[in-house]
């Protein structure tokens, strides 16, 4: 199993770029996530899906666009990437049932830095 | 929603000391509480969790406690090893949301000194 994997693990854009870090996952989970770290703020939920076409907004989904059309797979888009989004972006899923008691498998994470 | 707050962001300790990372939380309703530790360039990893309805558990050198009446909890790593430096989040988990789930503190920062 490669577990989560994330795509590109670095990318530097230019303000007004768009671009989509890719997201997969083999373990049939139906919960997938999409993560941003920033210095001193911890990890903040930007999009969630509970399942192939289900998707909805988490605590900072200003800017992100997100799809899920398999089960498998949660690209999250920058639409007109800005400064404010240089970030460590973590993509993150699991099962239904075991998210309810908080345990989260992680990417490695996609480093995006904005010009 | 749910507020955790984490302390302290950095801790040095040298090797074989134990170290102690708290957390409050402020929704009375959450009720698990996962820790995840980051090593460098990867991404978190759950550790270990304690539920609301535990005081503590262990897992060799690790343990948390939960005061569930003062909302806080913490995480104790014994006879510390270098291998053990890396980022530890502590969480707070509302079971009965489904969806949001986790709200994470802000990160603590641990080195090892050999």
């Known amino acids: 199993n490669a577990g989560v994997t994330q795509t590109p693990k670095f990318q530097v854009l230019k303000t007004g770029q768009s671009m989509t870090l890719q997201c997969a996952q083999d373990?049939?989970?139906?919960?997938m996530s999409w993560y941003r770290q920033d210095p001193g703020m911890g990890l903040r939920l930007i999009h969630y899906?509970?399942?192939?076409?289900?998707?909805d907004q988490g605590e900072v989904p200003n800017g992100y666009n997100v799809s899920r059309s398999t089960t498998e797979d949660f690209p999250l888009r920058l639409l007109s990437a800005a400064p404010s989004q240089t970030s460590v972006y973590f993509c993150?899923?699991?099962?239904?049932?075991?998210?309810?008691?908080?345990?989260?498998?992680f990417g490695e994470g996609s480093r995006l830095t904005v010009l | 929603g749910e507020n955790v707050e984490q302390h302290p962001s950095t801790l040095s300790v040298q090797e074989g000391d134990s170290a102690v990372i708290k957390c409050t939380y402020s929704?009375?309703?959450?009720?698990?509480f996962p820790w995840y530790k980051q090593e460098l360039g990867k991404g978190p990893q759950l550790i270990i969790d304690?539920?609301?309805?535990?005081g503590e558990k262990k897992d060799q050198r690790i343990a948390v406690t939960l005061n569930k009446t003062a909302k806080h909890f913490s995480l104790h790593i014994t006879e510390t090893q270098p291998e053990d430096s890396a980022v530890y989040f502590c969480?707070?988990?509302?079971?009965?949301?489904?969806?949001?789930?986790?709200?994470f503190g802000s990160g603590t920062r641990l080195q090892v000194q050999p």
């Open positions: 993150a899923s699991s099962f239904q049932g075991r998210v309810n008691t908080g345990e989260l498998f």
């Open positions: 373990m049939n989970h139906e919960y």
């Open positions: 899906s509970v399942g192939a076409g289900i998707t």
């Open positions: 929704d009375s309703a959450s009720n698990y």
């Open positions: 304690i539920r609301s309805n535990v």
């Open positions: 969480a707070a988990v509302r079971g009965d949301t489904g969806r949001r789930a986790l709200t």
